[in-house]
């Protein structure tokens, strides 16, 4: 049965809202009051909830080499279908493993981890397929770029002929059995920017992403072939060492500009390991005694975050609570002062993997992480490596993490600073018992477009307040914009024989939320 709210006197109103009504509310039938309800931290209305799905050496996608484009899209879509089941809002892909692409570059061959031979046409566009599927499930998509790697060999005759590892040689050095770009010629970094930045041109992508890669990690005690290279470039730094960590700071930099200057809203994130230095080499540092990644791989990552040459910060805190060595207790902390009165968003790198390898022995250790999370208000959400380690949940630590955390729908975290605003209230149409659920309709006016949607039940039929809205209590859906005139989405979890209030929120493309649509009882 459709309905819609009746009459509401004044009085009544005032009575149900507390004694206030705001701006055009009252016509709507809604209050707009400032959420004071206690909310439930084990359901937070705003949280960023990803995997990254590795392709670098096939970890995760594809699960081989020489799959068909079919095979290869059931793989992937396996994938985001696996992240909506677990009430995840964001995939974190890597479309450039090694100076390669997974989209038709015009600086870089196609990845030799789709089809098994470097610069082979796939059949398709991987990047524009996974984006749209992404889409279809309401899922942002960030775009994971490792900048320098070359290959996971260090034998330059395994480029194809024309890759530019083999085109210009003076560029890359091999280091550990791999084979690098050389961060500290200008050349190569302005073209690493110029790879990376075509697809973020060319696609409606929600973010770049890099990971811990910069200078590679040290092996033995086999310095970098790098000393021509600063005495070239040196630009008057005392020491290689911190010449080293500027590189990778322009790189930073100057990538965060050239982002934002062509797509303003894309957000750029990086994934440091997840100790900067130890307390014992700098009073900045963490109480931690593990490997620095200032010094190990230039990573001064620290910086990257107070200077907001970033949006978000993902820091790896790959260890257990309670580890001497890196403990999770003590790098949260750290990690939360650091972002503490920046713009920039704090997001912790959790190690599913470290479960499947048998490190992680208890199955609740995940879960754990995320409630000790919840005493820093600074960690907007959690990104879980890798997809296969999700997927797999040895011990049942992602489905326990999830029965607990993730029960409900999040939205994404609000990035101010890039700009945006919220769409007016969606127009709340219809709410109708059909076969198999509850069909809810909505529409949308005015200059903003909404990207998405939240749909909103309570139970019984009754006058929503913001209260009802200041965590993900009530919140069964997010759908992304069809553009279908009305917009239409089906509670399949409605029991019948009972009533429920809906309202619908709208939300651009950076999660600026509307005001709640009219209520609708059905």
């Given at each position: 049965?459709?309905?819609?709210?009746?009459?509401?006197?004044?009085?009544?109103?005032?009575?149900?809202?507390?004694?206030?009504?705001?701006?055009?509310?009252?016509a709507?039938?809604?209050?707009?009051l400032?959420?004071?309800?206690?909310?439930?931290q084990?359901?937070?209305?705003?949280?960023?909830r990803?995997?990254?799905i590795?392709?670098?050496?096939?970890?995760?996608?594809?699960?081989?080499t020489?799959?068909?484009?079919?095979?290869?899209q059931?793989?992937?879509?396996?994938?985001l279908?696996?992240?909506?089941?677990?009430?995840?809002?964001?995939?974190?892909?890597?479309?450039?493993?090694?100076?390669?692409?997974?989209?038709p570059?015009?600086?870089?061959?196609?990845?030799?981890?789709?089809?098994?031979?470097?610069?082979?046409?796939?059949?398709?566009?991987?990047?524009?397929?996974?984006?749209?599927?992404?889409?279809?499930?309401?899922?942002?998509y960030?775009?994971?770029?490792?900048?320098?790697?070359?290959?996971?060999?260090?034998?330059?005759?395994?480029?194809?002929?024309?890759?530019?590892?083999?085109?210009?040689?003076?560029w890359?050095?091999?280091?550990?059995?791999?084979?690098?770009?050389n961060?500290?010629?200008?050349?190569?970094?302005?073209?690493?920017?110029?790879?990376?930045?075509?697809?973020?041109?060319?696609?409606?992508?929600?973010?770049?992403?890099?990971?811990?890669?910069?200078?590679?990690?040290?092996?033995?005690?086999?310095d970098?072939?790098?000393?021509?290279?600063?005495?070239?470039?040196?630009?008057?730094?005392?020491?290689?060492?911190?010449?080293?960590?500027?590189?990778?700071?322009?790189?930073?930099?100057?990538?965060?500009?050239?982002?934002?200057?062509?797509?303003?809203?894309?957000?750029?994130?990086?994934?440091?390991?997840?100790?900067?230095?130890?307390?014992?080499?700098?009073?900045?540092?963490?109480?931690?005694?593990?490997?620095?990644?200032?010094?190990?791989?230039?990573?001064?990552?620290?910086?990257?975050?107070?200077?907001?040459?970033?949006?978000?910060?993902?820091?790896?805190?790959?260890?257990?609570?309670?580890?001497?060595?890196?403990?999770?207790?003590a790098?949260?902390?750290?990690?939360?002062?650091?972002?503490?009165?920046?713009?920039?968003?704090?997001?912790?790198?959790?190690?599913?993997?470290?479960?499947?390898?048998?490190?992680?022995?208890?199955?609740?250790?995940?879960?754990?992480h995320?409630?000790?999370?919840?005493?820093?208000?600074?960690?907007?959400?959690?990104?879980?490596?890798?997809?296969?380690?999700?997927?797999?949940?040895?011990?049942?630590?992602?489905?326990?993490?999830?029965?607990?955390?993730?029960?409900?729908?999040?939205?994404?975290?609000?990035?101010?600073?890039?700009?945006?605003?919220?769409?007016?209230?969606?127009?709340?149409?219809?709410?109708?018992?059909?076969?198999?659920?509850?069909?809810?309709?909505?529409?949308?006016?005015?200059?903003?477009?909404?990207?998405?949607?939240?749909?909103?039940?309570?139970?019984?039929?009754?006058?929503?307040?913001?209260?009802?809205?200041?965590?993900?209590?009530?919140?069964?859906?997010?759908?992304?914009?069809?553009?279908?005139?009305?917009?239409?989405?089906?509670?399949?979890?409605?029991?019948?024989?009972?009533?429920?209030?809906?309202?619908?929120?709208?939300?651009?493309?950076?999660?600026?939320?509307?005001e709640?649509?009219?209520?609708?009882?059905?």
């Amino acid at each position: 049965m459709t309905s819609t709210p009746g009459p509401i006197d004044r009085r009544t109103l005032l009575r149900m809202s507390g004694g206030a009504v705001v701006g055009g509310a009252f016509a709507a039938g809604l209050t707009t009051l400032p959420a004071h309800a206690d909310t439930d931290q084990d359901r937070p209305k705003r949280q960023f909830r990803a995997m990254w799905i590795s392709s670098v050496v096939n970890i995760d996608w594809p699960s081989k080499t020489g799959l068909s484009v079919e095979e290869q899209q059931e793989e992937f879509v396996a994938w985001l279908d696996l992240a909506r089941e677990l009430n995840l809002n964001a995939v974190i892909s890597q479309v450039r493993p090694t100076a390669d692409a997974f989209w038709p570059s015009e600086h870089e061959p196609w990845s030799q981890y789709l089809t098994g031979t470097q610069g082979e046409d796939p059949g398709y566009d991987p990047l524009a397929f996974q984006l749209a599927e992404a889409r279809k499930r309401n899922l942002e998509y960030h775009a994971w770029f490792n900048p320098y790697r070359v290959s996971m060999s260090e034998d330059p005759d395994q480029l194809v002929a024309d890759h530019p590892g083999r085109l210009h040689p003076e560029w890359v050095f091999g280091y550990g059995g791999k084979l690098y770009y050389n961060p500290g010629i200008p050349e190569v970094r302005e073209f690493v920017q110029d790879a990376m930045l075509d697809a973020v041109a060319r696609y409606d992508i929600d973010g770049v992403h890099f990971d811990d890669y910069f200078y590679p990690y040290p092996v033995d005690d086999l310095d970098y072939p790098d000393a021509d290279t600063y005495q070239e470039y040196g630009r008057g730094i005392d020491s290689i060492e911190d010449w080293r960590r500027d590189n990778i700071n322009l790189l930073v930099k100057e990538m965060g500009e050239r982002i934002h200057d062509l797509k303003p809203w894309v957000k750029f994130g990086i994934s440091p390991f997840g100790i900067w230095r130890n307390a014992s080499s700098d009073p900045l540092g963490s109480q931690t005694s593990g490997t620095e990644s200032y010094d190990a791989i230039s990573a001064d990552s620290r910086t990257w975050v107070k200077q907001g040459w970033v949006d978000y910060i993902n820091p790896q805190i790959y260890w257990q609570i309670g580890l001497d060595v890196a403990d999770y207790a003590a790098l949260v902390p750290w990690w939360a002062d650091v972002v503490a009165d920046t713009d920039v968003s704090l997001y912790i790198g959790q190690a599913a993997y470290k479960v499947t390898s048998g490190v992680f022995t208890d199955p609740k250790e995940l879960s754990q992480h995320l409630t000790f999370n919840q005493d820093y208000p600074q960690v907007d959400g959690d990104v879980w490596f890798s997809a296969k380690d999700v997927r797999d949940d040895e011990l049942d630590a992602i489905s326990l993490m999830a029965e607990r955390h993730y029960s409900r729908p999040a939205l994404s975290p609000l990035m101010k600073h890039l700009g945006g605003r919220a769409p007016q209230a969606p127009v709340a149409m219809t709410a109708r018992r059909i076969s198999g659920g509850i069909q809810v309709q909505w529409g949308h006016r005015g200059a903003v477009t909404p990207a998405s949607y939240a749909i909103w039940r309570l139970k019984g039929r009754r006058l929503p307040t913001a209260d009802d809205l200041a965590d993900a209590t009530c919140l069964v859906a997010t759908v992304r914009a069809s553009g279908a005139r009305p917009e239409r989405w089906v509670d399949t979890t409605a029991a019948s024989g009972k009533d429920y209030t809906y309202v619908v929120t709208a939300y651009d493309r950076l999660g600026h939320e509307s005001e709640m649509s009219r209520a609708l009882y059905a």
